[in-house]
């Protein structure tokens, strides 16, 4: 079904850890328009979709969304990996880290956690791509 190569297509090589912009980069992981939601909103729409190509297509960007997962993941590591207590505390990062550590949990940047809440299938093809065009052009 997958092949699962190991390896970041686009590979994330942070050497300076910045707790700050780590909270901003998490939103893109578990936020209201992040990658998990995206990926959930277009697997779970491909059912509706009255035509062959259009559930193909709905199917291959919410694998590749899930795959955005990956690297964001790694991005939001890395800059948060081996962080001073001083650093925690002037970034403003302690609430996460107080119930995370330096873990990957969705949340958007605000701290709302992720849910299901995040995206809709309605069942018709046109109000899901509706749906989908407006999450992804709120997206950077």
């Not at 686009?10 to 936020?31: D, E, F, H, L």
């Not at 960007?61 to 505390?89: K, P, S």
Request: some cysteine; charged content about 20%; proline content about 6%.
């Amino acid at each position: 079904m997958w092949k699962y190569e190991k390896r970041l297509q686009y590979p994330v090589k942070i050497t300076q850890p910045n707790p700050k912009i780590a909270q901003y980069i998490m939103s893109q992981y578990g936020g209201p328009d992040g990658e998990m939601g995206a990926s959930m909103r277009y697997l779970s729409q491909r059912y509706a979709m009255p035509y062959d190509v259009g559930k193909a297509v709905l199917t291959d960007i919410g694998t590749e969304e899930l795959a955005h997962l990956e690297i964001v993941a790694a991005i939001v590591h890395q800059l948060t990996r081996n962080l001073t207590m001083e650093e925690v505390e002037n970034s403003g990062f302690g609430p996460y880290y107080i119930d995370h550590t330096a873990g990957i949990w969705p949340q958007a940047a605000g701290g709302v956690p992720f849910n299901a809440c995040e995206f809709q299938s309605k069942g018709d093809p046109i109000t899901d791509l509706c749906e989908d065009l407006a999450a992804d052009g709120t997206t950077a």
